[in-house]
């Protein structure tokens, strides 16, 4: 498996995926930004700060992590103008952006899909290892959030106890690699990863399902030891007492 993974990264090297799937997460990641900079009452600084954050943090992380290549944020003509551009239209123009109640939820669970195919592309494209580019994937996709939540004093929505969001990057980004391994169309491994990352996102909100806290298994386990060395003592017991009796 691991074998055809490494194999299948370098087929998967040639071609990135098109400019304008990046911009698209630059512009639906931004928006994110400015959906919670109007939640908080945020004035036209905080509008541009927290879309610059939320549309290019994750891909500026995953840059100075990897090393490799150009900066994007830098790079790209687009990248900055368009972040700054979402700010200043949806500061000006809010009810078209902030009229529904659940965009926020859309929006950013769209902007993690898009960020993860991003970020993984990338990653695949300077012929990291699946474990590093899965990695990659998943830090483009939550980076951003997590530097607003920070720059916003709390603490980071990844780190919290909620629906599955962070590992939606994961699974999103893992699927890409998959599907890019197995030569298909960036698009169409672009696809993928949104549907598993969307919906696996929409899954947990509809069912309920929590991400993990506070768990502590020794006492299980130390139940399991106690009561396999008292099984142990007890053969051990028996076999003493058929010895004896045997003599």
Known sequence: MFDLLFSGASQAQAVPIPAWLDLAAVVVGSLTGCIVASERK???VGFVGLSILCGLGGGLLRDMAMQQGGVYLIDSPYAIPG???????????PSPFFSNPRGLEWFDIMSV???????????????????????????????????????????????????LYALCAVAGSTAYLIAATCGLNKIVCAIICLIVTVGLRRASLRYHIMSPADVDLTPKVQAGVRK???????VWQERTDDSRRSR
């Open 83 to 93: 972040s700054v551009a979402i700010a200043l239209i949806s500061f000006v123009f």
């Open 42 to 44: 945020l004035d036209l």
């Open 113 to 163: 899909g898009l960020f993860a195919v991003s970020g993984t592309d990338k990653a695949l494209l300077y012929g990291l290892s699946p474990w590093a580019t899965v990695l990659m994937g998943t830090l483009t996709a939550v980076g951003g959030g997590m530097l607003r939540d920070v720059f916003l004093g709390d603490i980071p929505r990844i780190f919290r106890k909620s629906n």
């Open 228 to 234: 396999a060395e008292h099984k142990v003592e007890r």
